[in-house]
């Protein structure tokens, strides 16, 4: 029986996997590295063990530290989580070398399914449905491959996932770049810079089947998930079960499942994953580990994955309730990521303030974040899943809209409003969804926040704040907010949300108070109340109570409308600030990869210029106009932060230096 399990991963999944454990009655081994000292699953173990350092490489990919950890703790068992080792058979075998229980299945089956090439082999002997591809190896001729598999294809790397080294090829013209930007992206995220190709289905569904193996040969399957809309390849929101699977499609992809569980004499839980189109299906991964969208399968079925796992691991057979499982309702996840939707989805960092997401009935929430905490460069930007679940479809995605919408994400740039888009979009709502949603629907336009929105917030942020000059001020503060024994002119502030700049002016006219945003007035205005940090506010008859949390010059406001994030305008802006015209910024932290220009330089718009990396993906950024390139601010291997000079790119031949300490 394990006694003590050491968790070999971070954040959200190894919270999630201690509580079960402690559920259990299981004590409990951490393993952090230094960004995440302070994270709320180092305090949630029973014990804690450090590991040196930033890089995965030295910490959550370093095997002989978390073995180590694990004798000096006294621990007998392994969980890797997802990510990391999860899917490492030679952290496994380590494991059963070192006495320790591997939460998962044998080396040997992790092996097989670990290489995505030798996977569709076995798959295809077993008689699953694969896709056509190719093996590519360092002497490989590119061409003759991609014509063999035809195109569109997809550049795919052999061990690893999440979207992680995958390039999408339309013509032979852009295999070789694609091939090479995949195996630098695999090398970097999975240590393995190995790559295939695969006929790319052009927006297919794309639809899982989750598994679980017992030690005496029994093999069920809990039913398919829907993981169909994404973003870089990688699934954001995902169901169970799938709005496009009848009960006859379900039994042949569960048949197909267990089929292939079998055939690698599987163990454990773990996912198959197919790709769907209206005539039929095909193979496309085994993932031998928890999936990040488990969840919903856990709301539709009753059963908690994690504790079977341990079960499973601790030798038991398959329990009843599992093979006698049965789908009850809908359950739907949304994958809450601190990301910037409107510049592409590039990944965001920096402190969140404030993390609170609604309890209420059939939502959950698994979270390795709180107040405080700090999203770093080092680690996938996701801060929570949240789920829904609920007797239909419908009402399971109406509860998880109302929860993400009402949620106070502060500090942290995050992909909430889009996920609230998605979830109240009509297609979504219809059924609707598969591989090319996102390319379908304009994601800056499903994540644009209400106008009505930002006037009603940005009169909130401004009458909460003088509210705060109140409580601050030397004299007369116990006057209300903005009297005047005679009439005077408006108190004015500006507000910038993106790219706009909103004006407000407000003053109190005897018994009234009177607001305009951008000269237009708000009409029929009641201020009934208005602190620092809530403003009851009317107007046009409608009264709504509106939260503002004002950290520094930025003021987070949520209300029924939605969230607005504003930052005011300094009425004297410090000249200093002012950059070179034509200047690159960095839109994240991260490391310089490649610098593909050079001082002198004639672009044309949209040319790549500077190649990133962060997060384990690159970003690559581009010229944003024809011009010539006048400075170069960084090299290869620099370490950036988010907003510093990268270079400098203008139509005249004038130079400037890019300051002290950008370099």
Wanted: charged content about 20%; aromatic content about 4%.
């Amino acid at each position: 029986m394990i006694q003590k399990l050491l968790v070999a991963n971070r954040g959200e999944i190894a919270a999630r996997v201690m509580r079960t454990a402690h559920a259990m009655g299981v004590g409990t081994v951490a393993v952090y590295s230094d960004p995440d000292a302070d994270a709320p699953f180092v305090g949630l173990a029973d014990e804690a063990v450090h590991l040196p350092g930033t890089a995965p490489s030295d910490t959550y990919l370093s095997v002989p530290r978390i073995i180590d950890a694990a004798r000096s703790t006294g621990a007998d068992a392994v969980h890797p989580g997802y990510g990391f080792l999860s899917e490492n058979a030679g952290f496994a075998a380590a494991c059963a070398e070192a006495g320790l229980v591997f939460v998962g299945p044998p080396p040997a089956v992790i092996a097989a399914m670990g290489s995505k090439v030798e996977a569709k082999t076995i798959m295809e002997k077993a008689g699953v449905p694969v896709l056509p591809g190719a093996t590519l190896d360092e002497d490989a001729d590119l061409a003759a491959a991609g014509q063999r598999v035809g195109y569109p294809l997809l550049v795919k790397a052999a061990f690893g996932g999440g979207g992680r080294g995958m390039r999408v090829v339309d013509s032979a013209d852009e295999l070789a770049d694609a091939v090479a930007g995949a195996r630098r992206e695999a090398a970097s995220a999975f240590g393995d810079a190995t790559v295939f190709l695969e006929r790319y289905v052009v927006d297919p569904r794309h639809v899982e089947v989750q598994i679980l193996a017992d030690m005496h040969g029994a093999v069920v399957h809990l039913f398919e998930r829907d993981c169909s809309i994404q973003r870089r390849h990688q699934k954001i929101v995902e169901e169970c079960p799938s709005p496009a699977v009848d009960a006859t499609l379900r039994a042949e992809l569960g048949a197909a499942a267990v089929a292939a569980a079998k055939a690698i004499g599987y163990v454990g839980a773990g996912t198959v994953e197919f790709v769907l189109w209206p005539d039929g299906f095909a193979f496309l991964e085994v993932n031998t580990r928890l999936q990040v969208e488990h969840p919903v399968t856990e709301l539709v079925t009753g059963l908690d994955l994690v504790q079977l796992q341990l079960r499973i691991a601790d030798g038991e057979p398959l329990p009843a309730e599992v093979v006698d499982a049965r789908i009850h309702g809908h359950a739907i996840e949304a994958r809450l990521y601190a990301e910037d939707v409107g510049a592409g989805f590039l990944p965001a960092t920096g402190v969140l303030h404030r993390f609170a997401v609604p309890d209420e009935p059939g939502v959950r929430v698994d979270t390795g974040v709180a107040d405080g905490s700090v999203v770093s460069p080092h680690y996938d930007p996701m801060l929570a899943k949240v789920i829904a679940h609920g007797p239909t479809r419908a009402e399971a995605a109406r509860r998880l809209a109302r929860a993400l919408a009402r949620a106070q994400l502060h500090g942290v740039t995050t992909n909430r409003d889009l996920l609230v888009g998605i979830l109240r979009e009509e297609q979504f709502l219809a059924g609707g969804t598969d591989t090319g949603y996102l390319i379908r629907h304009d994601a800056s336009v499903l994540a644009a926040p209400a106008q009505r929105a930002l006037a009603v917030h940005a009169a909130a942020a401004a009458l909460a704040a003088q509210a705060q000059a109140r409580l601050t001020a030397p004299v007369l503060r116990t006057l209300p907010a903005g009297w005047r024994n005679i009439a005077g002119a408006s108190q004015r502030v500006g507000y910038r949300c993106g790219q706009r700049v909103i004006e407000i002016a407000h003053r109190i006219l005897r018994d009234r108070v009177v607001i305009e945003v951008d000269g237009e007035p708000l009409s029929a205005v009641r201020v009934l109340e208005a602190t620092p940090e809530r403003v009851d506010l009317e107007v046009g008859g409608v009264r709504r109570s509106i939260s503002v949390h004002r950290v520094g010059a930025v003021a987070y406001v949520d209300s029924a409308l939605g969230s607005t994030v504003l930052v005011e305008v300094p009425r004297f802006p410090d000249p200093s600030s002012a950059r070179h015209a034509g200047s690159l910024l960095a839109p994240m932290p991260g490391a310089v990869v490649r610098v593909l220009a050079a001082p002198g330089a004639r672009v044309s718009a949209g040319q790549a210029l500077i190649v990133l990396e962060a997060m384990k993906m690159e970003h690559t950024v581009t010229a944003p106009a024809d011009g010539t390139v006048i400075d170069v601010c960084v090299a290869p291997g620099d370490q950036i932060d988010a907003g510093q000079t990268l270079a400098v790119v203008a139509d005249t031949a004038e130079t400037e230096d890019c300051g002290e300490g950008l370099k």
